[in-house]
């Protein structure tokens, strides 16, 4: 019998691995990965970490058109060649396939042997055969162990990287610059004669607003009011629409971080809770704070579940805290970059990304938000960000922009994208189908932020914060305080 592992090492080193240390000669990837993945547990780690999921892994729909994979990719800024990545995958398959044809003849050894060694009285010939079986299986059980090993390096190495490809990009997405959807109201021209404040600025004078840094500010007295008025405006808005409230937790999982398409070891990516008592040193599988009002808030909700699919579609909306760290080296820009949010998330499930239904509902929840601002703002602006703009998660994404009379440029107050089914692939979210399970797709976004959007509102009157009369209905006390 030919001893496997040769030739199994010698597919290695003609693929362009170097055995061992799994570094590959001929396919790179532009991937700067350092740690271990809490979504994709592989067979070494299995005994250290424990697995709450496998993602479903179906790189072979994505790779199917290469042009189209490495179109996306470049668009969005990436360095990466699709061939490559290919490559990579095929390979991976490859060893793969060499696993279970030695499994199955594994199988077909000790079935053999089996049969021999129920019988009472064997021939001479018949235990010379017993005898070579015996040796074959272990010889045979040393390979699978061997190419386990391997497949489990290499695991690490290419499904973690594969993991991080972004998700496909829509083809209503323009891919150089933000085109303009619809703009409500005038843009009033400002006179550059006197002295502009910022938001910031105002609010101090105005006593609304205490700033201190991104991660240290306060609201007061009409300001703080107005926080609780447009939230509880913006749920009558969502509720009218049939959208079900809900309430996310204010902490998650490293393993829901990654699987929305965050970095859960990046501290700009995601807030890490360091000396939690319930996690273990050194565990890839981390607590972080993201706020009830997040994406992750309602992911975590979902994940591993299989939905009835009588159910859907299934609209939800939440209003609470965001928490998002200020990167470094940006520029602190007041309440528009500030680590900590009051928002209103909105968060959508359809069966089939490529139905009617999606389109409708994608209508539908922008509809909505349109009259959440057209009764809040006299001027704002919709605008389609462009492939470079996105979020790994993202397909397509649909800003609403407010003008800010200070920085001269519109700010982003909300948003929706869409993202198929990237996520429920990712988190095993599922329903089931009468020839087994498939993935729905999701529309979501943070609709409004309430500090960007009140100071936007701030910079419009440095003398007066006009309330929107909307929103003062839904103030406590009916009003603004006078």
């Known amino acids: 019998m030919v001893n496997y592992l040769r030739y199994f090492l010698s597919r290695i080193v003609h693929n362009g691995l170097k055995y061992g240390t799994l570094k590959y000669a001929s396919v790179p990837l532009s991937f700067d990965r350092k740690y271990s993945s809490a979504l994709f547990i592989s067979g070494r780690k ?91 299986s272990k010889t045979l059980k040393q390979d699978l162990k061997n190419i386990k090993e391997v497949l489990w390096d290499l695991s690490e190495s290419v499904i973690e990287k594969l993991l991080k490809l972004p998700n496909d990009v829509d083809e209503r997405t323009p891919l150089q610059s933000p085109v303009i959807l619809k703009r409500t109201g005038t843009l009033h021209e400002f006179s550059d004669t006197g002295d502009k404040k910022s938001h910031v600025e105002i609010g101090r004078s105005l006593g609304l607003l205490e700033y ?41 999982r490293s393993l829901v971080v990654e699987g929305s398409g965050l970095n859960h070891e990046d501290p700009s990516d995601a807030f890490v809770i360091d000396n939690c008592s319930e996690i273990e040193e050194h565990s890839p599988n981390r607590m972080h704070l993201v706020g009830s009002a997040s994406l992750v808030a309602v992911l975590a909700m979902h994940a591993k579940q299989l939905i009835n699919p009588l159910h859907f579609p299934i609209k939800y909306f939440s209003t609470g805290r965001q928490y998002t760290p200020f990167r470094p080296g940006s520029t602190p820009l007041g309440l528009f970059t500030v680590c900590q949010a009051s928002a209103a998330h909105a968060f959508v499930l359809v069966k089939d990304m490529n139905s009617q239904e999606y389109h409708t509902q ?68 599922a329903y089931q189908t009468p020839t087994g399970r498939d993935f729905p797709s999701v529309i979501s976004g943070t609709v409004l932020s309430v500090p960007r959007l009140l100071g936007c509102l701030l910079e419009q009157n440095s003398e007066k914060f006009i309330v929107p009369p909307k929103i003062a209905e839904h103030m406590p006390m009916g009003q603004p305080i006078v």
Not at 213 to 231: H, I, K, Q, R, T
Not at 368 to 385: A, G, K, S
Not at 396 to 417: A, C, D, N, P, T
């Open 46 to 136: 299995g005994t250290e970490c424990f697995s709450f999921l496998t993602p479903y892994l179906d790189f072979d729909n994505k790779l199917t058109d290469i042009d189209k994979l490495q179109k996306d990719l470049t668009s969005r800024g990436l360095n990466v060649n699709a061939e490559d990545v290919k490559r990579m995958w095929e390979f991976y398959k490859l060893l793969n396939a060499d696993k279970s044809r030695l499994e199955s003849k594994s199988l077909e050894l000790i079935k053999q042997m089996k049969s021999l060694s129920g019988k009472t009285d064997l021939t001479i010939e018949e235990q010379l055969e017993f005898n070579k079986l015996t040796v074959q």
């Open 362 to 429: 994608f209508e539908t929840l922008l509809n909505t938000v349109c009259q959440l601002y057209d009764n809040i703002c006299d001027h704002y602006q919709i605008v389609m960000r462009p492939a470079s703009e996105l979020r790994p998660w993202e397909s397509m994404r649909v800003s609403f922009e407010l003008w800010s009379v200070f920085s001269k440029q519109y700010i982003e107050v909300g948003h929706i994208s869409v993202c198929g089914n990237y996520f429920s692939k990712r988190l095993l979210i």
């Open 212 to 252: 201190k840094s991104p991660m240290l500010y306060y609201l007061c007295n009409d300001a703080a009011l107005f926080e609780l008025g447009v939230l509880d405006y913006a749920g009558k808005i969502f509720s009218a629409d049939d959208m079900i409230r809900l309430t996310g937790a204010d902490f998650s």
